[in-house]
């Protein structure tokens, strides 16, 4: 159990819909990490938030968003779904980074499937 | 822009002989390397990581790797299988403070035959 927490586990949906997806970091990390693994794109990752602010940005679509909250628990929200969104979601989170790069601690994801 | 090269998506050994994933990376400043580990359904476990501090990391489990930066490689390695290494393999980079992204490669799919 690496700490991080995900919901829901399984999120089915349809074309079109919204979903969110939540991610409670480990205790004491300020950075969450989300990354997107598909069977065609393999994993990648879309953003970190760090303390409550974005950090870093990578192949997140427009049609993505996400956000940290005060208690530094974050959700992904994906919107306009298409099929090609199916895949498994996942959290990571990490302290602080003080000059050698802390390790990222990944939750269990979120398997995404659009129907 | 950094990036991993894994070779051989799938790697069959037989329980008891050495293990070999192969990793090679691209990175513009001396990278950090990771190897994490994949068991069905779950998600994603850290087994070592290169911080430059030695170049033979051991990590969980009894896998090691060895950063060779003339080669630009980190390749896994455990001298007998078990069984229960059966999993998928990544090996990832990242460029340190500031851009702590991972960036992975397509891992390596491990079997153990008894």
């Known amino acids: 159990d690496s700490g991080v927490t995900q919901t829901p586990k399984h999120l089915i949906t349809a074309t079109g819909q919204r979903v969110t997806l939540r991610c409670s970091p480990r205790?004491?990390?300020?950075?969450v990490y989300w990354y997107q693994q598909s069977l065609d794109q393999g994993l990648q990752f879309l953003i970190q938030?760090?303390?409550?602010?974005?950090?870093a940005k990578g192949n997140i679509l427009e049609r993505f968003s996400a956000q940290q909250f005060p208690d530094l628990h974050s959700e992904l929200n994906l919107s306009s779904l298409e099929l090609g969104d199916s895949a498994l979601y996942f959290c990571?989170?990490?302290?602080?980074?003080?000059?050698?790069?802390?390790?990222?601690?990944f939750g269990p994801g979120t398997r995404l499937t659009v129907l | 822009a950094q990036s991993v090269t894994q070779l051989g998506s799938h790697v069959s050994v037989s329980e008891g002989a050495l293990v070999l994933l192969r990793c090679n990376y691209s990175s513009s400043v001396p990278p950090y390397l990771f190897w994490y580990v994949q068991y069905p359904n779950q998600g994603l476990q850290l087994l070592l990581k290169?911080?430059?501090?030695?170049?033979l990391v051991k990590g969980i489990n009894g896998f090691e790797a060895e950063f060779k930066k003339s080669e630009t490689s980190f390749h896994l390695t455990k001298p007998s299988a078990h069984m229960s290494d059966a999993a998928e393999y990544f090996c990832a980079v990242s460029e340190g403070f500031g851009n702590e992204k991972l960036t992975f490669g397509t891992g390596t799919r491990l079997t153990i035959i008894p």
């Open positions: 990571a989170s990490s302290k602080p980074a003080g000059g050698i790069t802390d390790t990222q601690y």
């Open positions: 205790s004491g990390d300020l950075s």
């Open positions: 938030y760090y303390n409550g602010e974005e950090r």
């Open positions: 290169y911080t430059s501090a030695a170049t």
